[in-house]
């Protein structure tokens, strides 16, 4: 069974970074592409960015040249690079891997952007 490991949120202030990870566990044959959604208080959730199995990569535009989607494919892990945060950005990040046919996600890792 593949689980999806989160780690990584927290406490920050705003114009802070932050680096999330996410580690698959069990058996993946192949994955088409990770990525990160968030989900902000009372708000649905939300696209954040993605990254293929070519490295190839989308960012939504709330986001773009601030984050940084990066993967390791001998780890099967996921990262996000988050910098020049906002209180904006304050939510609960998953992680989602697609993968074998099937979409797998994390179970949340709170990220709070705030003075």
């Known amino acids: 069974q593949v689980q999806l490991v989160e780690s990584g949120g927290g406490l920050v202030q705003p114009g802070g970074s932050l680096r999330l990870s996410c580690a698959a566990s069990g058996r993946i044959f192949r994955i088409y592409a990770m990525g990160w959604y968030r989900q902000p208080p009372g708000k649905q959730r939300e696209y954040v960015a993605t990254i293929t199995g070519d490295g190839s990569t989308n960012y939504a535009d709330s986001v773009k040249g601030r984050f940084t989607i990066s993967r390791d494919n001998a780890k099967n892990t996921v990262y996000l690079q988050m910098n020049s945060l906002k209180p904006e950005d304050t939510a609960v990040y998953y992680c989602?891997?697609?993968?074998?046919?099937?979409?797998?996600w994390g179970q949340g890792t709170q990220v709070t952007v705030s003075s």
């Open positions: 989602n891997f697609n993968a074998d046919f099937r979409n797998y």
